[in-house]
Every structure is written in C-alpha cells, then in structure tokens.
C-alpha cells in the first residue's frame, strides 16, 4: 500500500557520518525511516518514549542492508498531543502498531522495547511477522511483573503517581527514578538528555502492564522469537525476562552488564550485533 510521506529529512547523527532519516507519515503516524534494500524491521519505543530511543539501530541495520523503520506511537512526539493520552491502552497502541505493518506491507521483523515489547507479542497473536523481538519486554498475562531492585525512589513515584492512575491522566517519572531504574548504564553525563526526551505515558497502559491484564498466547506460532535483555536492567529484571522467553518459546541473548536502555549504552554495537548474529542465523 502506498505511503502519506511527509519528508521532513532529519540530519539525525549528521555529525557522527551517518546518513539523515527520513520522517514519513504511516497510518497517520509518524515514522523514522533508515531505508535498505532488505528484510523491513520495524522497532516499537517503550514507555515515555519514542523512535529516538532506537536511532542508533536504525542506522547500524540500515547499514547492514535491512530497510528500517521507528515508529512513533499516538500522542508521543513528533505526532500531536492527546488530550485523552492517559486514558489510551495496550490495544489502542496495538492497532497503531498493526496499522503501520498494513501499510507498510509484507512481514517485518517487529521489534519491541519495554512496553513496546508487550505490545509486540499483542501484534504477533495475529499479524504475519518474519520475527519477533522482544527487547528488555514488559510481560503480558502469565508472567508476574517482578519488582526491580529496592529504589526508594521507585516506591515514592509508585505512590505519587496513584492519582494520575485514578483519573487516568498520563504520568511521567523523574529524574531520580529513571536515573536508577531506567538510565543506570547510561553514561552519566548523557543522563538528564536523554531524560529531558521522555514525555507523559498512559496511566492505563502502565496499570495494564503492572497488572498483567493483556494476554498474547503464542503457542503454535512458527514465528522465529528473540528475547534480549541487560543482566543489569533495573526495570525488566533479568529474571522475569527469562520466564518471557520460556513463556513464548523464544530464544534468549542476555546483555552482560547491559541495563534497560542498551541501545543508548556504551558498548551498545556489541548489543546490535548479538542480534544481527541471531538473524543470520534464522536466515533474516
């Protein structure tokens, strides 16, 4: 199906030699797009988030000859604020997710970060997919989300959060959280950026995700399954990243010393190539 491409040409990583992403319009949705002449990939952000999160594999694979897509999910940046955000749910961002594959066309490779990892085995219970990856994944119904190590700041926005929880209003952590549970293997200096990136998300996808209320059973499926994951993330403990992959019968890379945002890490092409060794080796 033919694309609404609305090419705003971003100089994304002009300064470290790389080429500039094109930003298309898919599904009425905003996407980064590495182009390549191979597999399509496309990459899911997490919570907060957005296609930033995944820049730097966009470029690595894109180079490697795989057309590569990020997309942007509804009312995360650069797509327009919503003023019922708090309120969206799994399967509404799963219906973005499955409109961008319709367009796109063909079965991508659907990789999917944290949240979006949930998302992306929703998507695989019934789309056409070459691979699924489930990268850092928040888990679906079966498995119990296990709570990180002790944060006492972790346990404070738990509690402040409440509220936006109750009236569905869309919450965002701080600095103090996301620097300990999420940034811990961020580089120190680069922290508060990428921090400053993350916008608002959904108290009801959260609930959602706490609560294990979506169910995505992929028993019988014959699609390839990855699951990758930091021995050091503090959010999507390695161990409950283990029962996902036994849970959905997939293979399992695990980070050594790798944390909840392994893509923006130091040592993050090790990450890449762990997965690009896992393709080859599934003939993608």
Known sequence: MPYTINRLTRAAFASRGTMA?????????LVDHAPGDGQKLLFVHGASAGSWNWETFLHHFAGLGYDCYAMNLRGHPPNPELDNLGALSLNDYAADVRGVIAELGGEPVLIGHSMGGAIAQMVATDTPLKALVMASSAPVAGVKFQNPPFNIWFLLHIFKSLPAMIRKKPLKPGFK???SAVL?????????AVFDKMVPESAVAGVEVLKGEVSADLT?????RLVISGTDDHTSVIAMEREIAQQQGADLIELQGHGHMFMLEPGWEQCAEKLHEWFRAKGI
């Not at 992403?21 to 949705?29: C, P, R, S, V």
């Open 220 to 224: 019988g499926s014959s699609i390839p």
């Open 184 to 192: 811990n293997r961020v580089e120190a200096e680069r922290q508060r």
């Open 21 to 29: 992403l094109e930003q298309k319009k898919i599904n009425g949705l």
């Open 177 to 179: 959280v996301s620097k």
